[in-house]
């Protein structure tokens, strides 16, 4: 069954059954916006303030105010800045896990709305224009789908290009390695096939998870050099710094 086809299944299963916490199973009310009960939710890691302004990584301590982080201050990434609705534990991590490896299409939606926080949804009003992070063919085809796709279409009030930046090179999956080994594994492994799709224009980078943002770096690097005006990123979920 196709993912159009699986999505309709799920539709049409909502409207006739108990609406159900797709984390517990708990029955959630229908005022709810999404299938998540107030437990659940609860146990959220909502990013807030303070941060680092420039690449999003939420400090351990709750208490100051924004400021760059040691990495910004000795490495600034080619992004202008990158925001996630959520730290990358809890359901959140479980959420993202079951979308990308267990194909649960039922939390496709639950994560689209996380991605409207008010935070979030300044990048989108700056964004001429949303890229989802690609996936080389070969992954393509052996996961299904692109999780970044399906989360950028969070947001059909606003131009999304599928062909903007693609990824050139197969790479090892990120997961296990360090930072600088997650550096030299995604290095030129994205390009811009028409420059003229971005040249001038506000790239939002849209991803599920950033972990040492290697990956949306290297996007970033290839947008800007291909003309971009500036370019900014959007995750679910943010993995906080050690």
């Known amino acids: 069954m196709n993912f159009a086809l699986q999505r309709l299944a799920l539709t049409i299963l909502e409207f006739f059954l108990p609406r159900l916490c797709v984390f517990c199973g708990a029955p959630v009310g229908v005022e709810a916006a999404v299938a998540v009960c107030p437990e659940c939710e609860g146990q959220i890691s909502w990013v807030d ?120 090179r197969y790479t090892a999956p990120q997961a296990g390695l360090k930072p600088a080994e997650r550096r030299d594994n995604v290095r030129r492994a994205f390009q811009v096939p028409r420059p003229e799709v971005i040249k001038d224009k506000k790239v939002l980078l849209v991803d599920d998870v950033y972990t040492t943002g290697a990956t949306v770096r290297e996007c970033a690097k290839a947008l800007l050099q291909a003309g971009a005006k500036q370019v900014e990123v959007l995750t679910v979920a943010r993995v906080r710094p050690a």
């Open 49 to 168: 303030s303070p941060l680092c302004p420039r690449c999003g990584a939420v400090f351990i301590s709750r208490e100051g105010v924004d400021h760059l982080c040691r990495d910004c201050q000795q490495d600034p990434p080619p992004f202008t800045r990158a925001r996630a609705a959520a730290v990358y534990d809890g359901p959140a991590a479980d959420a993202i896990r079951r979308l990308k490896y267990s194909r649960r299409l039922d939390y496709l939606a639950v994560m689209q709305h996380w991605l409207r926080r008010p935070h979030c949804l300044e990048l989108i009003a700056a964004a001429d224009l949303i890229v989802p992070v690609p996936l080389h063919v070969r992954r393509l085809k052996e996961r299904g789908f692109n999780q970044a796709v399906l989360l950028a279409r969070a947001f059909p009030e606003s131009p999304l290009s599928l062909e903007a930046l693609t990824r050139v």
